[in-house]
């Protein structure tokens, strides 16, 4: 090497070498020069994009390979088809990695493990139908553990009957230790695709095998509970914690708890999740969604405050400290946390859209420094529908306190943008016709008010407000119809609070995914 620095083939023989011996980055060192003192020898250039994929340096290696042709014979052939599948699925392209696969196969079809990976590559782009014709055949005639669960995962993910294949996987003659490693392959597929009950008999199996196991036994409570069946899960959950407890389990067993109807007891499971991880968000969330969920409202702000002192950079706890001071009838203080919940989150639109809520269903003016969060973002997502129709209809609720219109035209500007990017939805088209009917411009505020009315039949306000639009124009006769189905809505109205409680019922469900 020191008399022929540039002998490409001796760099490549080292950097083999090298590679044989594990030492990676001393390969790629070598085989990059020898590709380049060899102007790109294809063999070479194959052997460095190898050494830059086990490297997990894929786009090196895409570059490696650029405009390479696969060797001719066909064992070279398969080993390039699979090497620039690893590649692509490194890079995050699944569809291309399988059809690198298939390319690998159609040179030598008839071998059954090169199928097999075809199969998984395939599933890797959810490809279903074509894994599953490549691994029902390799299934059938060999019982292969494997090609039975890649045929598996198929069948689950097409929607397609997949009980016989589960049930001859689990009859498989293994030892205990491999019984238990598909046992629990079976268990994560199954669960995966929301067959938690047909996951439970899997997790039993498992435990069976390895009793001692704790995240065994929690999976098989965490299950159980998904499955509903909460007696059956405490009992897990309650076993699993005799191997030793810790906050996960105990955020579960409040979990399961609450599903049950015992509060107090879900309380005290979500304290001790606090307890056993006080630096941790979710278990105080936990906990505080709970106070929440049972309105309990001013024990839900001690703990989030308590929160916002360890995390003061968490978007959720602030989101949760406003939605908790709006379920509690303080607007203000809500306007100000979600606001800051805004700031935080790398995604502001929930706390936005919250935002927007409260805004619209206050009975004074809009928060200014709402106003001008909300059509900021508006502006900076020109095609977002519902922030244009939050700008617009705010602006119009500010500007008609104030008895100003030099703001009109944006304000219909905005509301007509959102008509256009939501035709299907009533509330732009409502608050288009109150835009236009506050504007004068009668015509247009009545068919937007009828479109309005139309779209949202049982909205006690739609027909009130087409009413007046009708009286305005002197069609006594439309008038009274509306009028008659003003006061058919009005005796459907639920009561004021159902709102808020829709939005709290909304708000626990997102706050905790």
């Known amino acids: 090497m020191r008399i022929a620095p540039d002998n490409y083939v001796a760099l490549a023989a080292l950097g083999e070498v090298y590679e044989g011996t594990g030492q990676l980055e001393k390969a790629e060192a070598m085989l990059a020069h020898a590709a380049k003192a060899s102007k790109g020898a294809p063999q070479i250039r194959t052997e460095w994009a190898l050494v ?63 199928a097999l990976a075809t199969a998984a590559a395939e599933l890797q782009s959810e490809n279903w139908q074509r894994a599953a014709r490549l691994a029902e055949p390799l299934f059938s005639h060999m019982r292969d553990p494997q090609a039975g669960l890649v045929l598996l995962e198929a069948q689950l993910g097409m929607h397609a009957d997949f009980l016989q294949t589960l049930e001859l996987l689990r009859s498989a003659q293994l030892t205990s230790a491999e019984e238990l490693v598909l046992r629990q392959r079976l268990a994560e597929l199954l669960i995966a695709h929301g067959k938690f009950s047909e996951s439970i008999e899997e997790l039993k199996a498992a435990v069976s095998v390895d009793p001692r196991r704790a995240d065994l036994q929690f999976n098989l409570a965490l299950a159980q509970f998904r499955a509903g069946r909460l007696d059956d899960a405490l009992e897990s959950a309650d076993t699993c914690k005799g191997l030793g407890d810790n906050a996960e389990l105990e955020d579960l067993l409040g979990d399961i708890q609450e599903s049950r109807g015992d509060n107090l007891a879900a309380a005290r499971n979500y304290q001790a999740a606090v307890a056993l991880a006080p630096n941790e968000e979710k278990y105080r969330l936990s906990l505080a969604v709970e106070l929440i969920r049972h309105n309990s409202f001013e024990a839900a702000k001690i703990v989030l405050k308590q929160a916002e002192e360890l995390q003061p950079k968490s978007w959720r706890i602030e989101l949760a400290l406003g939605m908790v001071e709006f379920f509690a009838g303080t607007d203000e203080e809500a306007t100000r946390f979600l606001l800051h919940a805004s700031e935080l989150a790398p995604q502001p639109e929930p706390a936005l859209k919250y935002l927007a809520d ?118 006594p006769q439309q008038w009274q119809k509306e009028m008659k189905l003003y006061e058919a809505a009005s005796k459907r109205i639920a009561d004021e609070n159902a709102r808020r409680d829709a939005t709290m019922k909304t708000f626990l469900y997102t706050i905790q995914k």
């Open 358 to 475: 409260i805004q619209m269903d206050r009975v004074s003016a809009p928060d200014p420094a709402a106003v001008a969060k909300l059509c900021g973002y508006s502006d900076r997502q020109p095609h977002d529908g519902q922030m244009q129709f939050y700008c617009g209809a705010l602006l119009f609720r500010r500007d008609y306190a104030a008895g100003d219109k030099t703001h009109a035209a944006e304000i219909v500007r905005r509301l007509r943008a959102s008509v256009g990017l939501l035709p299907t939805y009533a509330s732009p088209h409502c608050q288009m016709g109150r835009a236009y009917r506050w504007l004068e411009r009668w015509q247009e505020a009545l068919g937007e008010s009828e479109t309005c009315a139309r779209q949202d039949p049982d909205s006690a306000d739609a027909h009130y407000r087409l009413a007046q639009i009708y009286q305005h124009m002197g069609q």
């Open 52 to 114: 830059l994929a086990r490297l997990h340096k894929y786009q090196e290696a895409q570059r490696a390979l650029a405009g390479l042709s696969p060797p001719a014979d066909p064992e070279g052939g398969i080993v390039f088809h699979r090497l620039k599948a690893s590649v692509a699925l490194g890079l995050g392209n699944p569809r291309a990695a399988a059809s690198e696969m298939e390319k690998a196969l159609a040179l030598k079809s008839t071998d059954p493990e090169l």
